[in-house]
Structures are given as structure tokens and as C-alpha cells.
């Protein structure tokens, strides 16, 4: 079984401070392992994904993420937080690229001027 | 960029009816799921599919839902006999290598 639990249902920054979103996962198997955003209203977009090559991954908008097997952690961050980063983050794992997603319960993500 | 599309994007029905969610990879894609989020929960899998079968199912994909990809382009859910629990937005993926490409979701409400 897989499962993902993102340790924090909201979190909030200022503008141009860093932003940390937790997540830790559960698998049987190496697992793949991915982060994707849900703006309001609009679909889930991948930022970022981790299939067994570099453990440091880097996604779109300045997001990163490092996988760190002896945590069974899949943190998300971003140096400087912007306006628009502001939206619901889910991290998400399976256990073959092909396979279906474990999506955790989402992060909200709220950034202040 | 080629986009995941679905319709409609809201949908209200009254229990007991059969609705038809649609939705329209992308193109060169060959591997399609639906996911669905109740108001508060968890996205969860519902089923997988590839080379016109179901390759995957969850425990939710009862007798009451189905699959089909009717033509080259769409790919459907269909709910026989809707109940008020299956009020959810429901996702379409397709995916191409190792990264799953979703849809902006239909919001079905159930009354």
C-alpha cells in the first residue's frame, strides 16, 4: 500500500519570504513521487516529479523539492514566495510511473503582502 | 499546450439519474483515468484505462459506473443511477510517459 501525509492543511507567508510545504510518504516499493498545484477553479497542474533519478528536483515557477529516503520525505520549497503562488498544493506518490496516483490532502497555500 | 478539456463543468441532477461525464484528452495520449474529489476529501482514483479496457479500478468503481472511449478523441463516465454521495468534482488524466495530465474537472451535484 502507498499513501501520502502532507503535515500541514494550511500554511501562510508574506510575500518574498520562503515557503515550506511538508509532505511525507508511505511505499511498499521505490516510490515515484510528484507535487501538483490546483489554482481556484482551474485544473490540477504537475510542479514538479521525482522517479528514482536526481534526489534535488526541480519544477516550474522556482519550486524544488528533495527526496530524502531515510525521512521517507518529499518536501516542497521555494525561496521567495510570490502572489501567485497562492493556491492548494497535493503530494502525490505511486508506485510505478504507470500506476495510479495516492494524492494527499492538500496543503493550502496563502501568501500576504 | 495541449490541454486535458473537460464538459460540462457543472452538472445538476436529480438522484437516480444517469449522467455522462466527458472528457477529451490529449491527443497522441493512450492512457486515461478518473479521479474524483468530494467537498473536503481526498482525490481519489477511481479507474484506470488503455487500449479500449479498464486496466485498473478502485473499490469506489462499482456496478454503477462505466467507462468508454467512443471515438478517438473522447473518453466518458457515465453513472447509471446517481446517489447523493457521488456529489464530487470528478478529474479526467491522460497520461504520456511517467507524468499524468489532468483536466480542469466537472462539478456534479446530486439533489
Known amino acids: 500500500a502507498q499513501s501520502v501525509t502532507q503535515l500541514d492543511s494550511h500554511v501562510s507567508v508574506s510575500e518574498g519570504t520562503p515557503v515550506l510545504l511538508r509532505c511525507n510518504y508511505s511505499?511498499?516499493?521505490?516510490?515515484?513521487l510528484f507535487w501538483y498545484v490546483q489554482h481556484p477553479n482551474k485544473g490540477l497542474q504537475l510542479l514538479l516529479k521525482y522517479t528514482s533519478a536526481a534526489t534535488l528536483v526541480k519544477g516550474i515557477n522556482g519550486f524544488e523539492a528533495e527526496f530524502k529516503k531515510s525521512e521517507t520525505s518529499f518536501h516542497l520549497t521555494k525561496p521567495s514566495a510570490h502572489m501567485s503562488d497562492a493556491a492548494e498544493y497535493f503530494c502525490v506518490v505511486s508506485v510505478t510511473t504507470a500506476s495510479k496516483l495516492t494524492f494527499g490532502t492538500g496543503t493550502r497555500l496563502q501568501v500576504t503582502l | 499546450e495541449p490541454e486535458v478539456t473537460q464538459t460540462p463543468s457543472h452538472q445538476v441532477t436529480q438522484m437516480g439519474q444517469e449522467v455522462i461525464l466527458r472528457c477529451v484528452p490529449i491527443?497522441?495520449?493512450?492512457?486515461f483515468y478518473w479521479y474524483r474529489q468530494i467537498l473536503g476529501q481526498k482525490v481519489e482514483f477511481l479507474v484506470s484505462?488503455?487500449?479500449?479496457?479498464?486496466?485498473?479500478k478502485s473499490e469506489i468503481f462499482d456496478d454503477q459506473f462505466s467507462v468508454e472511449r467512443p471515438d478517438g478523441s473522447n473518453f466518458t463516465l457515465k453513472i447509471r443511477s446517481t446517489k447523493l454521495e457521488d456529489s464530487a468534482m470528478y478529474f479526467c488524466a491522460s497520461r504520456n510517459g511517467d507524468t499524468q495530465y489532468f483536466g480542469p474537472g466537472t462539478r456534479l451535484t446530486v439533489l
Open positions: 511505499s511498499s516499493y521505490s516510490p515515484s
Open positions: 484505462f488503455y487500449n479500449n479496457e479498464i486496466s485498473e
Open positions: 491527443s497522441n495520449h493512450l492512457y
